[in-house]
């Protein structure tokens, strides 16, 4: 397994490229199973999960051609030649489940492998299978996978009321209400740009929704949906990362494509602990005010609320703000295991059930430390860009699913930053 070295160093300066989000692009890559006609998406990510979802797309008979290096996927479900979703690929990524909506609205039945809890929680798909339920699905979880079978006609338009808010559950619900016969409407529903990007893609294919972006979102069900060209929105979660570097290591970034609407709640976070954060046609451009990073609070939440996905590289910058911050964790049970690494640097951390209380200190020390999850790995590199000495970085696997090209990103900025294969 591959490890990252970062050595502290001094302030960053230049231009980092946002990719497309993968949260996006995850969601969009099996709304091809919607059409016969190809679907093609422009400004993907170039990232392990999407060769993941590829492998499981392929397993089911769609075919992905990745075109332009990987930046353009061009998609065809003319025939499906499986229904199976496989445990071996679906436990891999958890975003596997989000063929079982499309594959239920295509070809009335489906076999998903539920995928299983991961590092930051047991992430149950309760509420996928609730939402269709509400469209005439009979559902039979059994020797570990969900057997779903649309009723004679096909899904039906249902009501949904979602009793909590849930990215998926909102995302796989639409995907199968835009093939039910009559009107779906979705209550409680997720509002991340991702969903919105994801409804665009689904009306260039002859969808009918509106209420994209609220907590209501109502499809009329169509006979059929044809092809399309999509890009890919930004990804938020990347690029709010990369606004932190800055912040962390002093300098002026300019994040290529970063759009202030995306991630507003995480801006008003960073200005008031001092950042400054300027935005024109070319992106967001992050710097540190004059005085310290001072200490904040931060509560995650559902969007348009401050990201969950952004909490652990927010953490890092608070590590040495002046002051003490709580972090307080309201979407997963345990998404803290990057708080006992960056002790490892020097933190001052204490972490009690779904709060963090962040006790700044002055300068933190680099040390051997360890990914455990996708967020917690980005975190760690970021600690380490104005640590003392060097940060080793281990299991980068966990990075690669969300983060492409890290290492020459932050670089290109000015980082000590390095990729070392493992020895042997
Ligand atoms: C999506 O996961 C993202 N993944 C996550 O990003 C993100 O953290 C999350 O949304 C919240 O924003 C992708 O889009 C591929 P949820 P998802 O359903 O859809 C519980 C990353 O780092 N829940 O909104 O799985 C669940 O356990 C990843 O890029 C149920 O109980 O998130 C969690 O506690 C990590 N039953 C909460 O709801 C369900 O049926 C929110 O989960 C579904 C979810």
Redesign the pocket.
């Known amino acids: 397994m591959d490890s990252i070295i970062v050595t502290g160093g001094g302030p960053l300066s230049g231009t980092i490229p946002i990719a497309g989000a993968?949260?996006?692009c995850?969601?969009l890559m099996p709304a091809t199973l919607l059409s016969d006609e190809p679907l093609t998406l422009t400004n993907a990510p170039r990232l392990s999960?999407i060769r993941t979802m590829t492998q499981l797309l392929e397993s089911l008979g769609a075919e992905v051609a990745r075109l332009s290096d990987g930046l353009v996927l061009s998609m065809s479900s003319h025939i499906l030649n499986g229904e199976r979703a496989d445990y071996d690929i679906v436990r891999k990524?958890?975003?596997s489940?989000?063929v079982l909506g499309p594959l239920l609205a295509r070809q009335g039945h489906a076999v998903v492998s539920l995928p299983g809890g991961?590092a930051?929680?047991?992430?149950?798909?309760?509420?996928?299978?609730?939402a269709f339920e509400a469209m005439g699905a009979e559902l039979d979880l059994r020797d570990g996978y969900v057997h779903a079978k649309a009723p004679a006609g096909g899904l039906r338009g249902g009501i949904v009321d979602f009793p909590?808010?849930?990215?998926?559950?909102?995302?796989n619900a639409l995907m199968a209400a835009t093939l039910a016969r009559g009107t779906t409407v979705l209550k409680n529903a997720?509002q991340?740009p991702?969903i919105v990007d994801l409804a665009h893609c689904l009306q260039a294919m002859g969808a009918q929704i509106s209420g994209e972006g609220t907590d209501t979102i109502e499809i009329q069900g169509v006979d059929r949906l044809h092809g399309a060209t999509h890009r890919v929105v930004t990804d938020r979660?990347e690029l709010g990362t990369y606004m932190l570097a800055p912040l962390i290591a002093g300098g002026e970034v300019t994040c290529i494509g970063g759009k202030r609407s995306l991630l507003e709640a995480f801006c008003v976070r960073i200005e008031e602990a001092g950042a400054i954060v300027t935005e024109s046609a070319e992106g967001l451009t992050v710097r540190r005010g004059n005085g310290p990073i001072k200490a904040v609070n931060v509560e995650t939440e559902?969007?348009p609320g401050f990201?969950?996905?952004l909490q652990a590289q927010m953490m890092a910058l608070l590590c040495t703000a002046e002051g003490t911050s709580v972090l307080e964790e309201k979407?997963?049970?345990n998404?803290f295991m990057h708080a006992p690494e960056l002790t490892r640097m020097g933190a001052n951390i204490e972490v009690q059930g779904g709060h963090a209380k962040v006790m700044g200190v002055s300068k933190l020390r680099g040390a051997p430390v360890m990914a455990t999850?996708?967020?917690a790995s980005v975190s760690l590199i970021l600690a380490g860009l104005a640590a003392e000495g060097e940060t080793t970085v281990g299991r980068v696997y966990h990075l690669d699913?969300?983060y492409e090209h890290v290492v020459a990103k932050l670089s290109g900025v000015g980082a000590n930053i390095r990729r070392v294969k493992e020895d042997g």
């Not at 930051?120 to 609730?130: C, E, F, S, T």
């Not at 909590?164 to 995302?171: C, I, Q």
């Open positions: 993968k949260n996006a995850l969601t999960d990524m958890r975003a489940i989000l991961c930051i929680g047991a992430r149950p798909v309760d509420l996928h299978l609730k909590f808010v849930s990215v998926g559950a909102t995302e997720a991340e991702e979660i559902p969007f990201p969950t996905d979407i997963f049970e998404r999850d996708l967020r699913r969300g």
